[in-house]
């Protein structure tokens, strides 16, 4: 399933497979969103920011250092902290569903790095992960291809969903362990 968002950008929904058999998505996440209105350099220089440090983040989750990802969660706070959907503000429910987004990261990286354990800093990056598809749906992008991957299997088989800006898969809910697991449709 591919997200148009802004017309320049596309989150691409895959899914994990346990077993022989393949796993899909919640159909509730089926479907096309499109953001109107034009993103303007700055705030696509902000999510590009802001995308790049969450990317650093789910790598060292791929790479299952706890110590990386608390450094990782500290610069995409401060990247969070730069974005302003102020453009959106003639869209009440985007400037809104945007502006709680925003706020919502603050509390879930501190809950990052608030957690011990790999599972517990893991749960929170789902949360983080959540989010930022919201900041995304209802700020707009530009210029940019973001993947929406998708793992049934973790959370005791709740599933969760994770950014990437590649096709190549690199799990972060299971690392090292199974760093592959899923496929893209």
Known sequence: MIIVLGGLAA???GACH??????????????TVHVPGPVSDT????????LGAYYALKYAFVKSDTVLADS????????SLMIHPDERRG???RYGGATAA?????????????????????QEFQMISDITY??????????????RDYCPMFNSGDGAFWLSDSLAL???????????CGQLS
């Open 134 to 147: 919201r900041l995304i749906k209802n700020t707009g992008m530009k210029d940019q291809t973001v993947y």
């Open 91 to 93: 869209d009440t429910a």
């Open 102 to 122: 925003i706020g919502g990261l603050a509390a879930e990286i501190a809950g990052l790095h608030g957690e011990r354990t790999m599972l517990g800093k893991r």
């Open 72 to 79: 990782a969660a500290g610069r995409l706070l401060e990247a």
């Open 170 to 180: 690199q799990n972060p809910y299971y690392g090292t362990d199974m760093p592959d």
């Open 43 to 50: 705030r696509a220089t902000q999510l590009k920011r802001y």
């Open 11 to 13: 989150l691409q929904l």
């Open 18 to 31: 346990s077993g022989g058999g393949k796993q899909s998505a919640p159909a509730a996440e089926t479907g």
